[in-house]
């Protein structure tokens, strides 16, 4: 059996190395974050383009921080990236599995490519390795890779010999040796990957042995922070679990937000008043579009396939799904009672990515509004500053129809109205007094409660936003705070009338709005 003091002492004086299979948004910060520890780590990808990219210095992806990091270790002699995944594991003591899981259209995980790798290991089993699935994985994951690494190493050490001229000296040398299975669920965040690694909240080890428990130990222990060691099951559950339950604090924030419109309240000094409650915290109370991306919606799907294939009862996640589902719409609703009629007009979006600080467009709320208003005949303006290339994939640019554009301010010209769908901050340091020049109509749709509406509407805009008691959803009653060119008040009853004629200089039209108010 492997001795683990003297495995910790061959990864420390980089005898034995850690390899991590797949370069994607889990895989690349993971390999550089190890690397940047001290630990020699091989980054392992099937795919030959994405290889030479990272190779070359460049990332395939935005995140914050990645590409510094990746100019530095790839200075290093102890970090290396490489197509040949069977040379990466033989050459490897422990095994971090993080290639994609997307989902069928049932809702439950595609567990193809770990199946695969489970395979490639087990043909190149040359002595102990440590499996640590980081890829999201539902309960018994490791169970399946235990028993497939088993299976086919068997297999393989009595298959014909001129299948591989090593091959049962490889699989003797793994039986006599053995392996583990463990997981060690990413809770890496899209926009703070690094951060998150470096400074996690806790990590999770769910391990079978104790030789597993000392090896994940050992190479987090650089990092400080608390590890919880759990049996392999409960590990891979806990991040469904987590997963799902910040799914379902962002739509009970939007359901909340849905009444506060109802009644006239701000959804944003509600969640700041729950979320000082420290039972409750202030973390992903945030109303809005809803969340999207290739996580959150992805890994509820997958609890729910996993509750209801086992008999639970799964329906508050069902709510929580149905109730971000139902976010889009509703936006649109706003965005159509703010302009009434859609088609040919010049609608500017601000926003692409599914959230700030990433280029992910995956499940991105924008996509469903842009490709919405454009099927309804709107003139799209689009700008975001990280997501544009991964955009035109999905949206291509059709001139005179939808035209991605560098700057803010090239998007408003012109706009008769502006739509904010991703929270990025710069958003809210734009010079809106230029912004309101340059549109035809001052009009803003805020999906993200991203801006002080209450200056907005004090400047001459029209703005809506999502739960905030700015306006309510009748297009015949809006409240914008602006200069009043008529005003009267009745002389008896308590009904105060205010018609304001604004005309911007660029249209000619002229828009009326009638504000009613009981006093």
């Known amino acids: 059996m492997a001795n683990v003091s003297g495995l910790l002492k061959a990864l420390r004086n980089h005898e034995a190395g850690i390899c991590v299979l797949g370069m994607g948004h889990v895989g690349l910060p993971t390999a550089l974050g190890f690397a940047e520890l001290g630990w ?62 997307p989902q069928k259209e049932t809702g439950e995980a595609d567990l193809t490519e770990i199946e695969v790798l489970a395979r490639t290991i087990s043909r190149n089993l040359n002595g102990y390795k440590l499996i640590v699935e980081k890829s999201t994985v539902p309960a018994i994951t490791g169970c399946w890779i235990k028993k497939t690494v088993g299976r086919y190493l068997t297999a393989f050490a009595s298959g014909p010999v001129e299948s591989s001229t090593s091959g049962k000296q490889i699989a003797a040398s793994a039986d006599s040796e053995g392996f583990d299975v463990a997981s060690n669920p990413e809770f890496l965040q899209e926009g703070s990957a690094l951060e998150d690694f470096f400074c996690p909240d806790r990590i999770v080890c769910g391990v079978s042995s104790n030789r597993a428990r000392q090896l994940l130990a050992g ?115 706003k965005a159509r009672n703010a302009v009434w009629i859609p088609r040919g007009k010049v609608i500017g979006v601000l926003g692409l990515s599914f959230k700030a600080g990433t280029d992910d467009i995956r499940e991105a709320p924008s996509i469903k509004v842009i490709s919405a208003l454009r099927d309804e005949g709107a003139l799209l303006k689009l700008h975001d500053p990280m997501a544009i290339e991964n955009a035109k994939l999905l949206i ?35 010079d809106f007094d230029r912004i309101r020049n340059l549109m035809q109509v001052p009009v803003i749709v805020d ?30 009653y809006f409240r914008p705070k602006i200069q009043n060119k008529y005003n009267f008040r009745m002389s008896k009853g308590k009904r105060q009338k205010t018609t304001s004629m604004l005309q911007h200089p660029n249209d000619t039209h002229t828009s009326t709005f009638l504000q009613a108010a009981d006093r």
């Open 40 to 101: 020699r780590v091989i980054g392992a990808d099937n795919d030959s383009d994405k290889i030479s990219l990272i190779a070359g210095g460049q990332c395939p992806f935005y995140e914050p921080g990645l590409k510094e990091l990746l100019s530095k270790q790839l200075s290093n002699a102890q970090f290396r990236v490489t197509n040949n995944v069977e040379e990466a594991i033989r050459s490897s003591a422990v095994l971090f599995l993080c290639v994609g899981t």
């Open 219 to 333: 190479i987090y222990e650089p990092l400080g922070c608390p590890v919880i060691f759990t049996d392999v099951n409960t590990a891979e559950l806990i991040k469904h679990a987590a997963n799902s339950l910040l799914a379902t604090k962002i739509s009970f924030a939007n359901m909340v937000a849905d009444i506060c419109e109802a009644v006239g309240a701000d959804v944003t000094e509600v969640a700041r008043g729950i979320g000082l409650d420290v039972r409750i915290g202030t973390h992903f109370l945030n109303a809005g579009l809803g969340f999207g991306g290739y996580c959150l919606p992805k890994d509820l799907r997958a609890l729910i396939y996993l509750a209801e294939q086992k008999n639970v009862d799964a329906s508050l996640l069902r709510s929580t799904e149905r109730i971000n589902q139902s976010r889009v719409d509703k936006f649109l609703r």
């Open 396 to 430: 291509p640019e059709q001139p005179g129809h939808v035209t991605y554009h560098a700057n803010p301010y090239e998007v408003s010209e012109g706009a008769h109205a502006l739509l904010i769908l991703t929270e990025w901050q710069d958003f809210g340091a734009l």
């Open 447 to 476: 999906g993200r409660n991203l801006l002080d509406g209450k200056k907005l509407s004090a400047n001459g805009f029209e703005y809506f936003s999502m739960g905030r008691g700015d306006e309510f959803d009748s297009p015949f």
